[in-house]
């Protein structure tokens, strides 16, 4: 089992539609969350980060974290061509490691 | 946020040759940072943890004598690949991590490394 899992995709949805993507991890012990965006040939760029179970919004990007099922999503409204890009997952390793683990990411196709 | 650069972004070397990366940190000081690399198509993967002042932390299957990493100062880590062979070329990027909150990391811009 991956430590951080993620559908490839792509994940294709039209303009202005609400995109999810969605994230599951192993490691029970892990506290921090974060959701990266990279476009092709650059290096991701954080998106948001989240701690806490629930919901947490930022413009037209919401994260939302369950960790009694330990999963994590992303939702953006008013999806945008300009938002087509890979979605990185990555999950801070528990017991102190300081490491980040990232999913395979899930690459989003918003059509005009 | 933080602002994290490499250089070069790209370099293109014959195999057997060593080639170095630098990633800076340019508006704060980072007493750690970290070593990615990313394959196409696949995710990153951690390659090490470079430590200011001390030995790196290398990531299981990495071979430290391969990828010799040097964090010198707090605001400048390298990592050289040495004797580099094809199957080395891939995307490296380095990241560290933010002052407000050590868990958010900032990732410099990556360089792109092709041995011929």
């Known amino acids: 089992q991956k430590e951080v899992e993620q559908n490839s995709g792509p994940l294709s949805v039209p303009e202005g539609a609400i995109a999810s993507l969605n994230c599951t991890y192993s490691?029970?012990?892990?506290?921090?969350f974060f959701w990266y965006r990279q476009y092709s040939g650059k290096s991701p760029e954080l998106i948001m980060f989240?701690?806490?179970?629930g919901d947490k919004e930022d413009g037209r990007f919401t994260a939302q974290l369950n960790k009694a099922s330990q999963y994590v999503s992303l939702l953006i409204r008013d999806s945008q061509p300009s938002d087509s890009a890979t979605y990185l997952c990555?999950?801070?390793?528990?017991?102190?490691?300081?490491?980040?683990?990232f999913g395979t990411g899930t690459r989003l196709q918003v059509f005009p | 946020g933080a602002v994290v650069s490499q250089h070069p972004s790209w370099v293109i070397c014959k195999s057997g040759t060593s080639v170095k990366i630098e990633c800076r940190s340019l508006?704060?000081?980072?007493?750690?940072m970290f070593w990615y690399r990313q394959f196409p198509k696949q995710s990153l993967m951690l390659m090490a943890t470079?430590?200011?002042?001390?030995?790196?932390?290398?990531e299981q299957g990495v071979e430290k004598d391969k990828f010799l990493i040097n964090h010198a100062s707090l605001t400048l880590s390298t990592l050289t690949v040495t004797s580099a062979h094809p199957e080395d070329s891939s995307f490296y990027i380095c990241?560290?991590?933010?002052?407000?909150?050590?868990?958010?990391?900032?990732f410099g811009p990556g360089t792109r490394l092709t041995v011929l």
């Open positions: 990241s560290a991590p933010s002052l407000q909150s050590t868990d958010t990391q900032y």
């Open positions: 508006d704060f000081q980072a007493t750690t």
């Open positions: 470079s430590n200011e002042g001390s030995k790196a932390t290398y």
């Open positions: 990555a999950v801070l390793k528990g017991g102190g490691a300081d490491k980040l683990i």
């Open positions: 490691d029970r012990g892990s506290q921090s």
């Open positions: 989240i701690y806490s179970n």
